[in-house]
């Protein structure tokens, strides 16, 4: 992810939940690029990313799907 809505990524924060609704990731963005290892989320299945705003505004979301 390296821009949103024609803006840097200082001000948004990213989360992951798994299909069970449970945060299994979450981190404030910072600089111009962010890289996201799925690894380190655990096992496949269906995740779904959010990027919010400063105030937890839903600003995007997509559905991941992890395969071995």
């Known amino acids: ?21 449970q ?7 910072s600089g111009t690029e962010t890289r996201i290892n799925l690894r380190t989320i655990g096992c496949t299945g269906i995740y779904y990313l959010l990027i919010s705003d400063e105030i937890s505004r839903t600003l995007f979301t997509r559905k991941l799907v992890l395969s071995d």
């Open 1 to 21: 992810i390296r821009e949103f809505n024609g803006h840097g990524l200082e001000d948004f924060n990213i989360l992951i939940f798994n299909a069970l609704g």
């Open 23 to 29: 945060r299994v990731y979450s981190r404030e963005l």
